[in-house]
């Protein structure tokens, strides 16, 4: 199956409009694995997890199959990135501490990227593949932006935007899974008008309200973070 190129093309509006991951992430991720010295990310987009995952980890390889994407990358001290297929790493036997997919594993061809990774990961290394569902926001905002997740966009996902929706719950998984901390990405929005019954449910467009990716997280020695 061949590299889905969906995002080449956005690339920077993809790096400056996704959401960031909290850094409670990466310290899931350095204390479920068996050491810190090198850790992979796998389909790194514009490197929105990358650049965080130096803070534990010695040394951290991003790899991406979008050139494009990695022209948008920021930079941080002991990240490389490489332009380079899930499935075809390139990186040495055995050498990663941790893997991690970060809303990217839907667009694998997910039986050949397990193989390089079981080649890729160190003894005991852990493995996790990470993604965050449909926002959340309290009270009748958090009900409109359901409505226009499911009914008016809806239609317009691709057909792998399911695994997103199911957690990663409906990608095969073959390692052990372990248990994990409840976390979210977080951010404050204020309203910027699309629709008026948002508007009206929104109340003060002025007022900033808290929207939330939920994540779900898992640490361990081989575990799926959804």
């Given at each position: 199956m061949g590299f889905k190129d969906h995002f080449s093309g956005h690339a920077a509006a993809y790096a400056a409009h996704r959401p960031t991951w909290p850094e409670a992430l990466v310290d899931v991720l350095a204390d479920g694995s068996p050491g810190c010295e090198l850790a992979w990310d796998v389909g790194c987009g514009s490197g929105q997890l990358s650049t965080l995952l130096p803070r534990r980890f010695a040394s951290v390889i991003a790899t991406d199959a979008s050139a494009e994407q990695l022209e948008h990358?920021?930079?941080?001290?002991?990240?490389?990135?490489?332009c380079a297929p899930a499935e075809q790493s390139g990186l040495p036997s055995h050498s990663a501490d941790c893997i991690v997919v970060a809303q990217a594993a839907h667009w694998f061809d997910i039986e050949a990227f397990y193989a390089d990774a079981r080649r890729t990961l160190a003894p005991s290394g852990a493995i996790a593949l990470v993604t965050y569902g449909v926002i959340e926001v309290d009270g009748d905002v958090g009900a409109i932006l359901h409505r226009f997740y499911h009914d008016i966009i809806g239609p317009f996902w691709r057909p792998e935007r399911r695994h997103v929706e199911m957690g990663y719950r409906s990608l095969p998984f073959p390692f052990a899974e372990a248990g994990f901390p409840k976390l979210?990405?977080?951010?404050?929005?204020?309203?910027?008008?699309?629709?008026?019954?948002?508007r009206a449910a929104w109340g003060d467009p002025a007022q900033a309200r808290e929207i939330r990716w939920p994540l779900?997280?898992?640490?361990?020695?081989?575990c799926r973070i959804a």
């Open positions: 990358a920021l930079p941080a001290a002991r990240l490389t990135y490489r979210a990405m977080r951010k404050q929005w204020p309203l910027e008008a699309f629709a008026v019954d948002l779900r997280v898992c640490p361990g020695t081989s």
